[in-house]
């Protein structure tokens, strides 16, 4: 009997054995389903949410909205609230030199955004704290720069604002006198003499008040549409005439981003970004934000268009894009004073950034979800959330009802450009490496690194940093000419090298990846930034604008026998391994949007014979939507000439010219096969990669069902990212100093630190760690190590001999707090010294 049960026992505990890995192993998300509709309200939007038509409103609202609603409402809400938007004001400033004016036809225009004094005078025209105050409830804050208050390393950035005399209030008087100085002094050249003159109350050219013309987001009703009727209000204040051109986001996007400057449409536009992600380093938002050589700046780096030039910016900003230095310190030496003539230039003026809240119907949900603590929801929401039922009904916000703005256009410029699409296309792909929601630090998710290396000197003669790496000669490159992969031969050096493996699994339509994948992307920009012969069809020059730069930098892969690349490139960061591994990662993304979207390679390649040889339909298709119709993987007509190439190419038994050695005819043919079944049963070309793949979409009633993709090759558990993602982040919950200090005298800093986890967003008492203090002075900065106290309470103290020289005035003390494998914390406030 004993043996029996014994037997019996040894059974149950195989059979425990082997069904607890069977349930834990389920691959994909954690929902089923994600069903997701739009509201054309916000308030709307929140009431679904509480009320449980839906479980996330994945749109972030301001303050006033989320703090004005009832406690009963509020109760049935969870609320992730995060520094996530920010403002600013896009300005046009041709011709930027004097005399200051243009003819657009007939007509003479003067343009008072052309002088770089009127232009920099607005930032203390416009009172910040007004901004935050009376239209955002103070939920947010001032913003000087393009780096959000709150993540991580960013008072540098902002400290350059605060050198400069920025403040919060701003200065009208000052603004107002300026822009009169301004104004005089170009009535005065010999061009302006009689034509620009000061009128009872406008400045007056030709006869006609010199005006500007504001696009104001009039989608925006409770945010930017008042922020931008208080700017005009401020500016006619100068004498300048405002016209308010209150616009729609589609409106003023195409006409702010997309238009010649030299048509004279605008002068400047309400902008609004959300932060994109969780960063940790901000060079290249410094480049995105300042620099006319990233093409966010007037004229967007279109050849054929006015462009606002600044040769200095784009100096300092592509050395520290490249990592052209050797040093953390150097690094700091150019990308700070880039970023002050970006400011001095004032071609682009932050103005507030919004702490949004985004909600979520606190009982559907078993626990919190991931979120970015720099940007919000993003696609780890949707990856990681988990409700009662495994289907998760998301919500977004159009003032217009419909889900999208731009095309889903996986290869050209503006494709998936906006957040609408963002939020559904990002859960049905996956990177090679991200930056993670929480820490900021690029992490592997189908491309994994090892053994990176840097080597660099500065070359004395030329003064730039240069690679000791020696490429090995077996190493290649795709030649667009030649059309094949060549060698790249002896003598070549890069800055660093890296090894990566790949976490490959089957598409959505089934057919398993590979390193053809990889090889066919990166053949594809290759050919499609170079332009072999005037009459090169396969060459888009905006395409070629955006990629070029970074593409130049990669001087060959090795492909090794265990599978692996090694790629050698010119990409140095000493503050960050992380950085430099994920700078050379080979993945299968072939976009210039500079969006995180990529298909298999026969949509692609479908894609760009449509572009190049035509359609079946007749469409003239292109991947700029300046040139013919842009190419769109879910509108009807695109999809069924996607189809007829795929169809063409089986016919034909083709192969990519750049995968033939890598991909047989056979193999081939079964992509076109899993391609145009997957077109006939889901209505659409979208075929990638991620934890969903997209099921269903309804144009008309702007519906859509993205299924979990539990392929058993996808690498993911759906638990995996919930736990590799969760981290402890250190917060600085207050600064306790006198608000008005005696020079000489040492000051005593009290500061309560709280460890909090992510994203369950519980707190307790910090025992652990380190926090310092630091006293920010035009002149240097001053800091002090804090000592553990208590639990939750670190002093410091700024020495007395380090303030009794300076000048009386306002100060700033900044706190900072960290841990070992705890995302860090700062906070700062201001002190009277005197």
Request: hydrophobic share 35%.
């Amino acid at each position: 009997m004993r043996k029996l049960v014994i037997l019996l026992m040894l059974g149950l505990l195989v059979f425990v054995g082997l069904s607890v890995p069977v349930l834990a192993e389920e691959k994909g998300p954690v929902a089923d389903k994600i069903y997701v509709n739009v509201r054309m309200s916000e308030d709307v939007g929140i009431k679904d949410t509480a009320e449980g038509m839906t479980d996330i409103f994945f749109w972030g609202v301001n303050g006033p909205q989320v703090l004005g609603l009832d406690k009963a409402t509020r109760d049935k809400l969870e609320i992730y609230s995060v520094p996530a938007g920010s403002w600013s004001i896009n300005i046009n400033p041709i011709p930027n030199k004097a005399p200051y004016t243009l003819k657009v036809g007939d007509k003479e225009y003067f343009n008072p955004l052309a002088i770089k004094k009127v232009r920099f005078a607005l930032n203390f025209l416009i009172n910040r704290k007004y901004l935050v105050d009376e239209i955002l409830g103070g939920c947010g804050g001032p913003m000087f720069t393009m780096a959000t208050p709150g993540q991580p390393g960013t008072y540098k950035y902002n400290l350059i604002a605060t050198r400069m005399g920025m403040t919060p209030e701003g200065d009208e008087e000052k603004a107002l006198n300026d822009i009169e100085e301004a104004m005089e002094s170009a009535a005065a050249l010999p061009e302006n003499k009689g034509k620009l003159v000061k009128g009872e109350k406008w400045w007056m050219f030709n006869s006609e008040p010199v005006t500007i013309k504001f696009l104001i987001r009039v989608d925006d009703p409770q945010g930017r549409l008042k922020e931008g009727q208080y700017i005009s209000q401020q500016i006619e204040k100068a004498g300048i005439k405002v016209d308010r051109l209150l616009w729609d986001r589609v409106k003023c996007i195409k006409t702010s981003y997309y238009s010649d400057p030299k048509d004279y449409l605008w002068n400047m536009y309400t902008e609004g970004w959300g932060a994109g992600a969780t960063r940790a380093f901000w060079e290249h938002i410094v480049c995105q934000m300042y620099a006319p050589w990233y093409g966010y700046m007037a004229g967007g780096a279109d050849p054929d268009h006015w462009n606002y030039e600044n040769e200095e910016i784009t100096r300092l900003t592509k050395k520290a894009y490249t990592g052209d230095f050797l040093t953390e310190k150097e690094y700091w030496d150019i990308i700070l004073p880039a970023l002050k003539m970006g400011l001095e230039d004032s071609c682009r003026i932050y103005t507030a950034y919004q702490d949004q809240y985004y909600v979520a119907n606190k009982a559907r949900f078993n626990k919190r979800f991931l979120y970015g603590l720099g940007d919000g929801l993003n696609r780890w929401t949707n990856i990681s959330a988990d409700t009662k039922d495994k289907i998760l009904r998301i919500t977004e916000f159009s003032a217009k009802g419909g889900l999208f703005m731009s095309a889903w256009d996986p290869v050209g410029t503006e494709g998936f450009n906006d957040v609408f699409s963002l939020v559904l296309e990002e859960p049905l792909y996956d990177q090679g490496m991200f930056e993670s929601p929480s820490s900021a630090i690029p992490t592997a998710l189908r491309t994994v690194p090892k053994d990176v290396d840097t080597k660099v000197h500065k070359d004395a003669a030329t003064g730039k940093v240069v690679g000791d790496i020696s490429v090995p000669t077996n190493a290649i490159k795709y030649d667009s000419g030649k059309k094949a992969w060549i060698k790249v031969g002896t003598g070549v050096k890069a800055m660093s090298k890296c090894t990566y493996s790949f976490r490959f699994g089957n598409f959505h339509h089934g057919q398993p990846m590979g390193i053809a994948d990889v090889l066919y992307a990166e053949a594809f920009i290759r050919e499609w930034i170079t332009k072999d012969g005037e009459d090169d069809k396969y060459y888009d020059a905006p395409y070629s604008s955006k990629l070029t730069p970074d593409e130049e930098t990669i001087k060959g892969w090795v492909l090794n026998p265990d599978g692996t690349i090694t790629t050698y490139f010119d990409y140095n960061f000493p503050p960050s391994k992380e950085r430099v591994a994920s700078w050379g990662a080979p993945w299968i993304s072939v976009t210039a949007a500079g969006q995180p979207v990529a298909v298999s390679w026969e949509i692609t390649e479908a894609l760009a014979k449509l572009v190049v040889e035509g359609s079946k339909s007749g469409t003239v298709y292109s991947f700029n939507p300046d040139v013919g119709t842009e190419v769109d993987l879910l509108a009807p007509s695109c999809v069924k000439d996607i189809k007829a190439k795929l169809e063409e190419m089986k016919e034909n038994n083709y192969v990519p010219v750049s995968i033939k050695d890598y991909v047989t005819v056979d193999e081939a043919k079964a992509r076109y096969d899993a391609a145009i079944n997957w077109i006939d049963e889901h209505g659409h070309a979208f075929i990638s990669c991620g934890p969903y793949y997209l099921e269903k979409y309804n144009p008309t009633t702007s519906f859509m069902q993205l299924n979990a993709f539990r392929d058993p090759t996808y690498p993911f558990t759906s638990d995996y990212w919930p736990k590799a993602l969760a981290a402890t982040r250190l917060r600085i919950d207050s600064i306790d100093v006198p608000a008005i200090y005696p020079k000489g005298e040492d000051i005593s800093v009290k500061v309560r630190v709280s460890e909090v986890l992510y994203p369950e967003n519980t707190a307790k008492l910090a025992e652990h760690g380190s926090t310092a203090v630091t006293l920010i002075t035009p002149t240097g900065e001053f800091s002090d190590d804090a000592k553990y106290v208590e639990p939750g309470l670190f002093e410091a103290t700024i020495p007395g001999d380090t303030t009794e020289d300076l000048e009386s005035g306002t100060y700033l003390l900044l706190a900072s707090a960290s841990m070992k494998g705890a995302v860090p914390g700062s906070a700062s406030v201001k002190t009277i010294i005197y």
